[in-house]
């Protein structure tokens, strides 16, 4: 069992942070560094070479819920079964281990209300120092000069004494495209408990700007946990979620190797000499100088004015009946559903 209380003194972006560092032979990674990224679960490492090491997640009593967008502020309970434990209840589904996530019902006589709210702040810690305009022109001239000496010839260099005397610090691609990123989650809930049930709604928002202008990952979840007593051992409940996530994705992660497109990547290749936008205000597209650097593309030109999002509207809902026909003998049934719609878009102009 993993203890969630006082989970808000450490905030998280997903519910499967809350296990990080926790329980022995879990381990939890993010697969990227873009706001909104997934994480990896794995219990007792790697289970399959071909199919998915992920574990079970079981919500509220319904096996295989999807957890992205659920707001960690609603989490009661977590347990964790490895081993012959899962497998012996959940069967061949509960191979990679199961999680168990019970959610927050009424729990107060009288009416209850919560609120949890926290900001801060991102930023690159330790970006790459790289040559300024100037250190950067001298070192294309000496290479090309080198280059002379070598073969005998007498190509001319790239830039003139005049033009190295006028670049100065140039533009630092780096601070182009970084900055300081705001994060934030509010939430409210309601609950109250009484002889004949209980009830619990809870609102929750977040909001994470990324560190990469242009990345950015909105959150918002709305929960409703109810039971009702209806007399002579019969109890009714459900357990109902609904959420709504758009991400904003930019380039940062290559996916093979150095020769894979990237933002960051390209942010670091870019010739310091190059302007964002040149005189007339239009992005300096191609860097430069033919011959001696990469034709790359512009790379604040890409986080401006290149598109690329997507969206997931979740919505769970888990229904139960309960009879007690003796005294500590319950009959228990229930059905649930969730569903789930993702979508992509994608607009990047030719010119980029």
């Known amino acids: 069992s993993v203890d969630v209380a006082g989970q808000e003194k450490t905030p998280v972006v997903g519910t499967e942070q809350m296990l990080e560092g926790r329980v022995s032979g879990v381990q939890v990674s993010q697969n990227q560094s873009q706001p909104g990224a997934l994480f990896a679960v794995r219990i007792r490492g790697t289970n399959s070479i071909n199919s998915g090491s992920g574990p079970l997640f079981v919500v ?84 090309q000069q080198e280059e002379n000496d070598l073969n005998g010839t007498n190509n001319a260099l790239p830039y003139t004494a005049e033009q190295i005397a006028g670049f100065g610090a140039g533009t630092d691609w780096q601070n182009a495209i970084f900055r300081t990123a705001p994060i934030s989650n509010y939430s409210i809930a309601f609950s109250k408990n009484s002889t004949e049930g209980r009830h619990y709604l809870s609102f ?48 940062v992660n290559t996916s093979g190797g150095a020769d894979q497109p990237s933002v960051l990547w390209d942010a670091i290749r870019f010739n310091p000499t190059l302007p964002v936008k040149d005189a007339d205000g239009i992005f300096t597209y191609v860097n430069g100088p033919a011959g001696y650097v990469e034709p790359l593309g512009n790379p604040v030109a890409f986080i401006t004015e290149a598109k690329q999002g997507s969206y997931n509207l979740n919505v769970f809902a888990n229904f139960f009946a309960e009879y007690e026909i003796l005294k500590g003998l319950k009959l228990r049934s229930s059905i649930g559903g969730n569903y789930l719609i993702n979508g992509l878009e994608s607009f990047i102009p030719t010119d980029i």
């Open 60 to 143: 509220d009593g319904y096996a295989g819920a999807d957890i992205s967008t659920l707001n960690p502020g609603d989490i009661l309970s977590m347990d964790i079964l490895k081993d012959a434990s899962a497998t012996a209840i959940y069967g061949s589904r509960g191979a990679n281990g199961v999680i168990i996530i019970t959610t927050k019902r009424g729990s107060a006589t009288t009416p209850k209300v919560s609120v949890d709210a926290y900001t801060g702040w991102q930023k690159v810690a330790n970006p790459y120092k790289m040559m300024n305009a100037t250190e950067f022109a001298k070192y294309l001239n000496t290479v």
């Open 204 to 251: 929750n928002f977040f909001d994470q700007k990324g560190i990469i202008t242009g990345s950015d990952y909105k959150r918002g979840v709305i929960r409703y946990n109810m039971d009702q007593n209806l007399g002579k051992g019969l109890k009714i409940g459900m357990s109902s979620q609904m959420s709504y996530a758009y991400q904003n994705m930019t380039t």
